[in-house]
């Protein structure tokens, strides 16, 4: 069975194993209290320059929304997301069960828009009854987002300048930040979101490591008592030197300049448009836009039963009684091989749907 269903199916990169295993035995203090931890925050703290930004280790990324959000939010406040935002959709209301609710806007192909945040915040506060409704203080937005778009920066810029207008914090998923930033259309770098938003994170479980997030905090906001909170919902690891191994390895930067981080992703994303351009050439019919390792196609329920003999997708929703949009996602440790036998299949497939005229 060959599986396209998401970025997190296989285990670890080898250089993220052979580190693991080469430190081993080493004795280290626990909870990122430790060297490798101090030194995986150094190289993140150098991409984004800025030698006072506030780096964390967390487990995973559901830990660290949920964490963060509780963290910036106070009991009477929520948080705006897209309508597809992971944190309303995929979380099992881990936002909600802190106390805060996730407030939701229709977004356009997975993104916020800055003039709908504005429109609604705006009718908030013109309300004369606010104190008895929840208060928006946080926009979420996820790069890449849940469709697999990205934003750009100028959409990024003026998000942030709704919420400078209006004393809200921007906070940035990066659960697939890497495969987001090597896009082929990103205009976006690491250093721009950092500046950009009040917090966001590097995401490890997608993108190579075994398991982990790393939180960053602008330095102009407050993170005192931070751990506290990451120790009080869940994220907080004891052998928190596993994450900060992990994140030396995927970051430690090359004679280029490179780093594994980037590179794992660059892959992905090359693999999964040649995925996209092939299935569009031979007919198949896309379903939104993604220029990033996620791509979404509206196929015939049979074809679907005959792949999945071979194959495995994340099927979305039926778009009629005939056919289903599904996900064909690409991960850092998908193979040439593998893309090479599905698209043959799909040649197959496509000569006898569309009488060989693909």
Not at 22 to 27: G, K, P, R, V, Y
Not at 140 to 149: A, C, D, K, L, N
Request: hydrophobic fraction near 40%; glycine fraction near 8%.
């Amino acid at each position: 069975m060959m599986m396209f269903n998401c970025d997190y199916l296989e285990g670890a990169h080898e250089k993220i194993l052979k580190k693991l295993l080469d430190t081993n035995l080493e004795q280290t203090p626990g909870y990122g209290e430790d060297p490798h931890c101090e030194a995986a925050a150094r190289m993140i703290r150098d991409m984004v320059g800025d030698e006072a930004a506030y780096v964390q280790f967390l487990v995973g990324g559901t830990q660290a929304n949920m964490t963060i959000l509780s963290y910036l939010l106070r009991p009477h406040e929520g948080v705006i997301s897209a309508d597809t935002g992971h944190i309303a959709v995929h979380e099992s209301g881990a936002i909600e069960a802190q106390g805060h609710k996730v407030i939701t806007l229709s977004g356009k192909n997975g993104k916020l828009c800055a003039d709908d945040i504005k429109a609604f915040v705006k009718a908030y506060w013109a309300d004369d009854t606010t104190e008895h409704m929840v208060k928006p203080r946080a926009v979420y937005v996820s790069y890449s987002t849940e469709t697999g778009s990205i934003y750009s920066k100028e959409e990024l810029k003026a998000i942030r300048k709704v919420c400078d207008k209006y004393d809200m914090y921007l906070f940035l998923d990066g659960a697939r930040l890497g495969y987001g930033l090597m896009s082929p259309e990103a205009d976006l770098t690491i250093k721009d979101i950092y500046e950009l938003t009040d917090v966001f994170y590097i995401g490890g479980t997608k993108q190579g490591a075994l398991f982990g997030e790393a939180v960053v905090f602008n330095s102009s906001i407050s993170h005192k008592d931070f751990r506290y909170y990451i120790k009080q919902k869940g994220g907080m690891l004891a052998k928190g030197r596993l994450l900060g191994i992990q994140f030396e390895a995927l970051l430690e930067p090359d004679e280029d300049g490179s780093c594994l981080y980037f590179e794992l992703a660059k892959r992905a994303d090359m693999l999964a448009l040649r995925i996209k351009d092939r299935l569009c050439e031979l007919g198949f019919q896309p379903c939104g836009d993604s220029p990033t390792n996620q791509q979404f196609f509206i196929l015939p329920n049979k074809l679907i039963k005959k792949l999945s003999k071979k194959y495995s997708f994340s099927i979305n929703a039926p778009v009629d009684k005939d056919r289903t949009s599904v996900r064909i996602c690409t991960s850092w440790a998908t193979t040439d091989e593998a893309v090479d036998t599905l698209l043959k299949d799909m040649e197959k497939a496509a000569k006898k749907l569309f009488n060989g005229k693909a």
